[in-house]
């Protein structure tokens, strides 16, 4: 199989590359890439871990993960035999000097054998706790100091406050240089979340109308149908806002109120969000009750099936005060957005999944159409739905067919399945691509980490201090607390009910518990 010869030599290292999200996420996406010919045709994955396992134990529990979260289908053994045979396993303590002194020998094996300096990538595909030790190990055995070829990839969650972050962050810098590392949120990864710059930029029907003085209010939603899983342990310990807001929420605020960019530059785009972030209306400590709003679900029912409470599933404290469900009020003060109100929810156990961007025009100035043409009216409303409908969908006025002056509301669909017959690329998929061009327009800066965690702080400090009284106080199935209308402006103002999913039979948003037998 002939595979890309623009890209340089890769050696990609994936530390705690035996767990969880390297069978699930990296490696699937690393095979469909090299399936599409998108990797470089000299490439070579070391696979790093602490236990104790042989190169063919490791590939066939890789394939395993393959076959099962492959965005291509079924692994075929030839293919497989052509990608396995660049995966190596190398058994090492994360903080043992000659684990690295031996990484760095089999990195300039490589270097040798192919008769090019490779690049090196580091995926710390580990605990957040080693992501410091780790980087520090890399730049005390001198393997991040080519500022060109090296780079160090993290997931989230970047710090668990502030100060964590910024700790974290200062421990990068002393390895790497800033162009060198790379923060992962795999939602900037997504078609449709990257199909907001070009929606917005691309289209000049839109650009004017975007801004105060035609919007009256935008709504993101990232709700959950499932709760918290196998995740208990770690999600006890930090909870909805850490893990959906500080991160997925606040990119997607950043990518429909920043300005326009002068180029696609990774740092000209970054720079416009950090802006949206800096230009957010402060929360002030006596202030958050009228900001933010949280929940955690109770046990019930979902989809006709009885569900446990976020108290009773595994690895979670039985009196756990963390909430499962945040919606956010949030203001950007700046010239195009001033006193616009950005409505933030996510949670889980909500009715169904849906990650989508509303915005909510302003009604027309002066109606002239008489009452009784207009009794269905409803406000102009652009959906921008990311997972799991993706597309667009405009919703407007038009006359209903008839004698008679009848306006009905009516819309305008652009799905991505039914215009483009390619299926969209996973997100992982899109990232590591990135990764490996050494292009950061879809990753994370550090200023912009800390200004979503400033940001955020206050909420953070008044729930610690002020336990909430009523959790659980919501329902599965439902779309969180009825405290979170209180969040909402003006009268006129309303959480959107996220699309349907085409995919699935329709079920109430509120389902009765079936009979007891």
Same mark, same amino acid.
């Given at each position: 199989?002939?595979?890309?010869?623009?890209?340089?030599?890769?050696?990609?290292?994936?530390? %705690?590359?035996? @767990?969880?999200?390297?069978?699930?996420?990296?490696?699937?996406?690393?095979?469909?890439?090299?399936?599409?010919?998108?990797?470089?045709?000299?490439? *070579?994955?070391?696979?790093?871990?602490?236990?104790?396992?042989?190169?063919?134990?490791?590939?066939?529990?890789?394939?395993?993960?393959?076959?099962?979260?492959?965005?291509?289908?079924?692994?075929?053994?030839?293919?497989?035999?052509?990608?396995? !045979?660049?995966?190596? +396993?190398?058994?090492?303590?994360?903080?043992?000097?000659?684990?690295?002194?031996?990484?760095? /020998?089999?990195?300039?094996?490589?270097?040798?054998?192919?008769?090019?300096?490779?690049?090196?990538?580091?995926?710390?595909?580990?605990?957040?706790?080693?992501? @410091?030790?780790?980087?520090?190990?890399?730049?005390?055995?001198?393997?991040?100091?080519? $500022?060109? $070829?090296?780079?160090?990839?993290?997931?989230?969650?970047?710090?668990? /406050?502030? =100060?964590?972050?910024?700790?974290?962050?200062?421990?990068?810098?002393?390895? #790497?240089?800033?162009?060198?590392?790379?923060?992962?949120?795999?939602?900037? %990864?997504?078609?449709?979340?990257?199909?907001?710059?070009?929606?917005?930029?691309?289209?000049?029907?839109?650009?004017?109308?975007?801004?105060?003085?035609?919007?009256?209010?935008?709504?993101?939603?990232?709700?959950?149908?499932?709760?918290? @899983?196998?995740?208990?342990? +770690?999600?006890?310990?930090?909870?909805?806002?850490? !893990?959906?807001?500080?991160?997925?929420?606040?990119?997607?605020?950043?990518?429909?109120?920043?300005?326009?960019?002068?180029?696609?530059?990774?740092?000209?785009?970054?720079?416009?969000?950090?802006?949206?972030?800096?230009?957010?209306? &402060?929360?002030?400590?006596?202030?958050?009750?009228?900001?933010?709003?949280?929940?955690?679900?109770?046990? %019930?029912?979902?989809?006709?099936?009885?569900?446990?409470?976020? $108290?009773?599933?595994?690895?979670?404290?039985?009196?756990?005060?963390?909430?499962?469900?945040?919606?956010?009020?949030?203001?950007?003060?700046?010239?195009?957005?001033?006193?616009?109100?950005?409505?933030?929810?996510?949670?889980?156990?909500?009715? $169904?999944?849906?990650?989508?961007?509303?915005?909510?025009?302003?009604?027309?100035?002066?109606?002239?159409?008489?009452?009784?043409? *207009?009794? !269905?009216?409803?406000?102009?409303?652009?959906?921008?739905?990311?997972?799991? /409908?993706?597309?667009?969908?405009?919703?407007?006025?038009?006359?209903?067919?008839?004698?008679?002056?009848?306006?009905?509301?009516?819309?305008?669909?652009?799905? +991505?399945?039914?215009?483009? *017959?390619?299926?969209?690329?996973?997100?992982?998929?899109?990232?590591?691509?990135?990764?490996?061009?050494?292009?950061?327009?879809? #990753?994370?800066?550090?200023?912009?980490?800390?200004?979503?965690?400033?940001?955020?702080?206050?909420?953070?400090?008044?729930?610690?201090?002020?336990? &909430? =009284?009523? #959790?659980? /106080?919501?329902?599965?199935?439902?779309?969180?607390?009825?405290?979170?209308? @209180?969040?909402?402006?003006?009268?006129?103002?309303?959480?959107?009910?996220?699309?349907? !999913?085409?995919?699935?039979?329709?079920?109430?948003?509120?389902?009765?518990? &079936?009979?007891?037998?």
């Amino acid at each position: 199989m002939k595979i890309n010869e623009q890209l340089e030599p890769t050696v990609f290292v994936i530390f %705690g590359g035996t @767990g969880d999200l390297a069978w699930r996420k990296l490696m699937p996406a690393l095979f469909d890439l090299f399936l599409d010919r998108r990797l470089p045709q000299l490439f *070579s994955v070391i696979v790093l871990g602490r236990g104790k396992l042989a190169d063919d134990e490791l590939r066939h529990h890789l394939r395993e993960g393959v076959s099962q979260f492959s965005r291509l289908g079924k692994v075929e053994i030839g293919q497989w035999k052509q990608f396995a !045979d660049q995966l190596q +396993y190398l058994q090492g303590d994360y903080d043992k000097p000659e684990t690295y002194s031996t990484l760095e /020998n089999q990195c300039t094996r490589r270097d040798k054998e192919w008769g090019s300096k490779a690049q090196r990538i580091f995926y710390l595909a580990t605990p957040p706790s080693m992501f @410091g030790e780790i980087s520090k190990c890399l730049g005390e055995a001198k393997l991040a100091r080519d $500022r060109k $070829r090296t780079r160090i990839v993290i997931e989230k969650p970047i710090g668990y /406050n502030l =100060s964590s972050a910024i700790a974290l962050n200062n421990s990068l810098a002393d390895a #790497f240089d800033e162009s060198q590392i790379f923060r992962i949120d795999h939602y900037l %990864g997504k078609e449709t979340v990257q199909n907001i710059l070009a929606f917005r930029f691309a289209n000049p029907l839109f650009e004017p109308i975007w801004n105060r003085h035609y919007i009256d209010y935008v709504a993101i939603t990232v709700a959950e149908e499932v709760g918290v @899983g196998t995740r208990g342990g +770690y999600y006890d310990g930090a909870g909805a806002l850490r !893990d959906m807001v500080q991160n997925h929420l606040m990119q997607l605020l950043c990518l429909v109120a920043m300005e326009p960019m002068v180029s696609f530059d990774a740092n000209e785009i970054r720079n416009k969000k950090v802006d949206v972030l800096h230009a957010v209306r &402060p929360i002030h400590h006596d202030a958050v009750h009228q900001s933010a709003v949280r929940g955690q679900y109770g046990k %019930g029912w979902l989809s006709g099936n009885e569900v446990c409470g976020y $108290r009773e599933e595994d690895g979670v404290a039985l009196e756990s005060q963390t909430e499962t469900f945040v919606a956010l009020k949030l203001f950007v003060d700046n010239w195009r957005w001033q006193d616009v109100p950005f409505y933030l929810r996510t949670g889980k156990r909500l009715t $169904r999944q849906a990650s989508e961007v509303v915005i909510q025009f302003r009604s027309v100035p002066h109606q002239s159409f008489p009452p009784e043409a *207009s009794i !269905d009216w409803q406000a102009s409303r652009l959906v921008i739905s990311i997972h799991p /409908n993706e597309g667009i969908v405009l919703r407007i006025q038009a006359k209903h067919p008839g004698p008679q002056m009848h306006l009905r509301t009516v819309e305008m669909k652009f799905n +991505y399945q039914e215009t483009f *017959s390619a299926p969209s690329p996973d997100a992982y998929e899109t990232l590591l691509w990135d990764v490996m061009k050494n292009d950061a327009t879809l #990753f994370m800066r550090a200023d912009q980490i800390e200004a979503a965690w400033r940001l955020l702080m206050p909420v953070l400090e008044v729930w610690a201090v002020a336990p &909430p =009284s009523d #959790f659980p /106080n919501y329902a599965p199935g439902t779309w969180g607390p009825e405290a979170a209308q @209180g969040l909402l402006l003006h009268p006129g103002h309303s959480w959107p009910l996220p699309a349907e !999913d085409p995919k699935r039979p329709w079920c109430p948003p509120c389902q009765n518990p &079936p009979p007891a037998k």
